[in-house]
């Protein structure tokens, strides 16, 4: 590059790219076929010669994805290799006869082996959830690209986006296979780990003081319950799965308690105007998905509350399940 002796090549490499102002593709050109010893002529000399990805990286070196940014570089057509993809749905239909998956990272065993080795080096069950593996991510994120977070590989995700068909039928089939994969592994979850999820994908919800009233009860008596429960994409404030029992605690304004409020009375909810026949309606929905489950759904309202002892609380809960 600037004919300098140096002990670190590819920093050195990308360090003086920089100070040419060069754009951040040419930076990463010029560390691949630093890295590589390759030229542009020779990798387009030996990809129309037949050779592929499997090719590149054991005489290269280079991964798949700097192999396609350097076709892309000097505007090759990327092919594909038929038998590679019969050989690719022969290994499915292989694995869907024998485990009914079609990756072996989805089968029990594996899965077992794997937060047994993550267990054992980190001390968690996947090491996504290791600190020591999360800071060699970002480390390595911030020494390559200057970022603690890169959208792709080409930092172009939204040319990508646009350019792709939507209404393919292949972009439909991968769409729905994304989907299908995503369910089965949802469903595959314990019960704990479905709340976790949906706790650290939605948040957890406002707590009012009735609610953290009725919290306090509950762990005061030991009683076996989950606090702000997920159920269809929904928080429910208490639900005791042993009993199939979820308990709301409606405040009186929130929730239009309707002996306090004609169906007409209108309410500001998050900038919106609803009428109390509309939060009615809105609190029915809940309760029947709840109900389809197999759940029973019981409320205690502030009005009420407000004449209850905490006895009369524990009372009315125990005497429901």
């Not at 600190?131 to 040319?159: Q, T």
């Not at 702000?228 to 929130?254: A, M, S, T």
């Amino acid at each position: 590059m600037c004919l300098k002796e140096f002990s670190l090549p590819l920093n050195h490499v990308k360090t003086c790219s920089l100070r040419k102002n060069e754009s951040d593709d040419d930076v990463k050109l010029n560390q691949i076929l630093f890295h590589s010893r390759l030229t542009l002529e020779k990798i387009r000399r030996e990809y129309m010669e037949g050779n592929g990805f499997f090719h590149f990286k054991s005489k290269y070196g280079i991964s798949s994805s700097e192999l396609y940014f350097l076709l892309d570089k000097i505007e090759m057509k990327r092919t594909h290799s038929e038998s590679c993809m019969i050989g690719a749905a022969k290994t499915r239909e292989t694995l869907r006869a024998a485990f009914g998956v079609e990756n072996v990272s989805q089968i029990e065993s594996i899965k077992e082996k794997k937060r047994e080795s993550a267990i054992k080096k980190y001390g968690v069950d996947n090491v996504r959830k290791s600190k020591e593996v999360k800071d060699k991510i970002l480390a390595s994120k911030l020494s390559i690209y200057g970022k603690r977070s890169v959208p792709n590989r080409f930092r172009k995700m939204n040319e990508y986006w646009e350019s792709i068909d939507r209404s393919s039928e292949q972009f439909l089939d991968r769409i729905k296979r994304q989907k299908e994969n995503y369910k089965v592994w949802f469903e595959n979850l314990s019960s704990e780990e479905k709340q976790e999820r949906h706790r650290k994908r939605c948040g957890n919800p406002f707590k009012s003081k009735l609610e953290k009233r009725v919290l306090e009860l509950l762990n005061e008596y030991d009683l076996s319950f989950s606090h702000q429960f997920w159920l269809k994409k929904r928080p429910y404030d208490f639900c005791f799965q042993l009993h199939n029992l979820i308990l709301e605690i409606n405040g009186d304004y929130w929730h239009a308690n309707p002996n306090l409020y004609e169906k007409n009375h209108e309410f500001t909810r998050n900038g919106e105007i609803l009428t109390a026949e509309a939060v009615w309606e809105r609190d029915r929905l809940k309760k029947s998905l709840a109900e389809a489950e197999g759940y029973r759904v019981i409320y205690l309202w502030e009005s009420e509350m407000e004449m209850m002892s905490d006895d009369d609380i524990l009372l009315f809960v125990l005497t429901n399940m």
